[in-house]
């Protein structure tokens, strides 16, 4: 089974920069509180770390 990490949506995207707001689009993020799980890729880690005042890593499973 792959490895996955829970990732919550905790900053809003309003007046933030076209290129985060697509971050979080592109992570499945649209709305404040919403979670996803998402598999634990380099790529996935890469987008997380580049908006970490907007998400945060819940949780890692596997």
């Known amino acids: 089974m792959a490895k ?3 990732v919550k949506q905790i900053g809003s995207p309003i007046r933030r920069p076209a290129k985060q707001r697509a971050t979080l689009v592109g992570l499945g993020l ?3 509180n ?3 799980e998402l ?3 380099p790529s ?3 987008m997380v770390n580049s908006i970490p005042h907007l ?3 819940i949780e ?3």
Do not use: A, L
């Open 4 to 6: 996955t990490i829970v």
């Open 39 to 41: 598999e634990d890729t």
């Open 30 to 32: 649209n709305k404040m």
């Open 34 to 36: 919403r979670t996803r």
């Open 55 to 57: 998400v945060e890593i």
């Open 60 to 62: 890692e499973r596997g």
């Open 44 to 46: 996935v880690r890469g």
